[in-house]
């Protein structure tokens, strides 16, 4: 596509329940990047991926995260019996290749709250 | 460890006023650094970059950067602001893979008319 898309752009959970953020990366870009944005805060990096493979999952916050990517393109977030501290934007960003030159492109984001 | 501190968490400035947007960094080799701009409601743009070589870089709409080594620093600049400037801007530091993509807290900048 022409720019990274999230969907949805709008999520309300009650606590204790699951929920899938999606990430459609711009064609071509191999690898993709969640980042987690908390009211006030800075941009927090979750997780990565080079294909569909994630080197790095430190920054996950707790098991009750994961991710997946199928095919080199769409990603999915998932947050199992979400919480409070759980509310929060969730950005995804795709680049050409998971080096610090090619540059990061943003998608809008999903914005989470949960109840 | 490194981090980026932007030490100012919310600017106001008059539009047709210059600016200047600070960023430090702490980082254990001369990194890779950016500056992004967040809109309300929409995902980060890209202003600028700085890889090597020239220590003023030249961003879109308007913007320059300075890197100072010696300062640890990659100050954000524009010398005459915009009302559709009123944005939060974030400075980012990388150096090797994305994984280390670390981005500063943020400054919310608001434009008065």
Redesign the interface.
Known sequence: GAG?SQSPSNKVTEKGKDVELRCDPISGHT?L?W?RQSLG???E?LI?FQGNSA??K??LPSDRFSAERTGGSVSTLTIQRTQQEDSAVY?C?S?LL????N???????TRLSVL | AQSVTQPDIHITVSEGASLELRCNYSYGATPYLFWYVQSPGQGLQLLLKYFSGDTLVQGIKGFEAEFKRSQSSFNLRKPSVHWSDAAEYFCAVTRNYGQNFVFGPGTRLSVLP
Request: neutral net charge.
């Open positions: 990274v690898a990047y980042y805060q800075g941009l990096f990565y080197p790095d430190s920054g950005l960003a680049s998971a080096t610090s030159k540059i990061q492109y943003f998608g809008a984001g």
